[in-house]
């Protein structure tokens, strides 16, 4: 059983960055692809990116890629989101998730609460 735990969201001004964080129970953390997805008002949750279990590939939706990245911390169980340039649209709920079955799956073993993120105009 793996429990996820994020931390970092807040209202924040467009243009602006923020650092969501995900604390991970469990030994097998280092083992799992790990993953940020995000679910706006009235549309379907999105995977913003995911990372390798080593960390060294890491993957990104077209909407956040250049301005969002990815990180891990396998020796404190920790994955991260560096948020940069936020705009409006970047708006919704964040969630961690881990063990996704592959770099651009939707579905994933275990999820967190989720955080939210507000970028105003």
């Known amino acids: 059983q793996v429990q996820l735990v994020e931390s970092g969201g807040g209202l924040v001004q467009a243009g602006g960055s923020l650092r969501l964080s995900c604390a991970t129970s469990?030994?097998?953390?280092?083992?799992?692809?790990m993953g940020w997805f995000r679910q706006a008002p009235g549309k379907e949750r999105e995977r913003v990116a995911s990372i390798s279990s080593s960390g060294a590939f890491r993957y990104y939706a077209d909407s956040v890629l250049g301005r969002f990245t990815i990180a891990r911390d396998n020796a404190k169980n920790t994955v991260y989101l560096q948020m940069n340039s936020l705009k409006p649209e970047d708006t919704g709920v964040y969630y961690c998730a881990a063990g996704l079955p592959n770099y651009y799956a939707d579905n994933a073993g275990y999820w967190g609460q989720g955080t939210q993120v507000t970028v105003s105009s």
């Open positions: 469990g030994r097998s953390f280092s083992s799992y692809i």
